[in-house]
């Protein structure tokens, strides 16, 4: 009988990847160490339950980048729950605390998680252990999982240099925008900006930290101080916990890669900028240092203005 049962959900999980047009990878490790993650995201850890982002987002630096799948194809990591279940074990067990990150590197909350339901089996597993998290999403699909969620936020321990938290659950929703139409050209297949921010006020009223990542801000178009100014209004407006931000990254050459893609829709919607953002990059990754020291400034002098944090903690 029991066969039975993990045969079934064995072939129902392969009938919905192909479905969606993923394919299924088996991993030796699913959380890795970072030092970075820890000063900005407060993750000692990153998990990404996806290889490969199927919102694809035109500026999404992943694409062109040493990060992306050589063959474009999109894959879920189908031994995620496992492999995790035996790496917390051990860390409980050695008394190790930390905060893992959810969603560093492709979103959690894409399409064929409403059927897979792999993210919300990796949090249970986090919850077995008691280990906090912080997710970062565009997607109002998390509100599938407040339940575990609650659960998270009562059972978990925080690492002992953390200190305090409000709560031991982060959810941070990303942007490059509030305008719909613009969100609409460069991420057209994430979840609009209105669900995104109604699934923030859901959250907060949960009594989670909910925070928002302005990455990338797109360059004049979104990084306006105008814009910037808006932004931060209508956050402040949600009461939003922190708020951090930053520029764009693009690369590659080729068709696919972010780089070109970028350049091509501006092209198309914005003209009139398309020669100062390819003078900004100047045939690099990234935007010139005094550019993004500007962006830097412009964000803290605003969150100032509205007494917003920049920082988790
Ligand atoms: S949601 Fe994030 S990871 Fe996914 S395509 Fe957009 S920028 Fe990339």
């Not at 490059?176 to 959250?203: W, Y």
């Amino acid at each position: 009988m029991e066969s039975n049962i993990i045969f079934d959900s064995f072939n129902r999980q392969s009938t919905i990847v192909k479905r969606y047009g993923f394919k299924e990878k088996n991993v030796k490790t699913i959380l890795n160490k970072s030092k970075e993650n820890r000063s900005i995201f407060l993750g000692d850890y990153s998990l990404n339950p996806y290889l490969g982002c199927s919102f694809n987002c035109n500026y999404c630096y992943i694409n062109g980048s040493k990060y992306a799948d050589s063959t474009n194809s999109f894959f879920i990591k189908s031994n995620a729950p496992d492999i995790l279940r035996t790496q917390l074990k051990k860390k409980a067990k050695n008394r190790q605390r930390a905060v893992i990150l959810i969603g560093s590197a492709t979103d959690p909350y894409i399409d064929i998680e409403r059927e897979l339901f792999l993210t919300r089996d990796i949090l249970k597993v986090i919850n077995r252990f008691k280990f906090p998290v912080h997710i970062v999403t565009k997607s109002d699909l998390i509100l599938r999982d407040i339940d575990i969620l609650e659960k998270i936020n009562q059972n978990s321990i925080l690492p002992d240099d953390i200190g305090n938290l409000k709560s031991k659950v982060l959810v941070t929703f990303s942007f490059s925008t509030l305008d719909e139409k613009i969100a609409n050209l460069f991420e057209k297949s994430a979840p609009n900006i209105k669900r995104r921010i109604k699934a923030m006020k859901t959250l907060k009223n949960k009594k989670f930290l909910v925070g928002v990542s302005l990455m990338p801000l797109l360059p004049y178009i979104s990084d306006t101080e105008v814009a910037i100014d808006e932004i931060l209004a209508k956050f402040k407006d949600i009461g939003c916990d922190y708020l951090f931000g930053g520029s764009l990254t693009l690369f590659g050459d080729s068709a696919n890669d972010s780089k070109t893609k970028y350049y091509n829709l501006i092209k198309e919607h914005f003209p009139d900028v398309l020669d100062k953002t390819k003078k900004l990059f100047d045939n690099k990754e990234y935007p010139n240092l005094s550019y993004q020291n500007k962006i830097y400034k412009r964000l803290a002098t605003c969150s100032e203005k509205y007494g917003i944090k920049n920082s988790i903690i």
